[in-house]
């Protein structure tokens, strides 16, 4: 059977380095080409995670980094995914929040949730979003990736941590 996590997983990479490697005058038919196999992992995605999932996995929200961010987070887990979670807060509430991972599709997708859910809230409210609220928001996980959403919860405990400490 295939592995269409792995196959999910490095698709984004796959489709990056075969644009740098082409040429030019081909470019439009490797476009279509590379189309043609987008759909088809996100078809075989589908039978795994939810639309809301492979969404989030491949448009991710606030992905990035900032510089000189009130706090920060980085946790890997068991399975050796690192998340880092940033944050930058006006008086206790959270104006800003970037993820950057090198884990799976669910760890992104995970991430990319918890970053929504976290972003305009005070610090105490972020740091009672639970696991389960990112899962009920990505339609659940297969048993593999269910340890994914508390990765992303552990981050941001951390982030917050470091807020705290550094506010003294
Ligand atoms: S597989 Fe470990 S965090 Fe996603």
Redesign the pocket.
Known sequence: MVDSTSTFDGFLGVRESIRLSDASSKSERSEDFLDEIQQAIIDEALETFSRRVVEEALNPKNLGRIENADGDGRVT?P?G?TIEIFLNVDHERISDVRFMTD??G??IASASVLTQLAKSNTIEEASMIEDRDILSVLGGLPAE?I??PM?AINTLKEAIADYRRRKG
Do not use: V
């Open positions: 887990g399975c995914d884990g799976c669910p760890t990736h340890h994914c990765l």
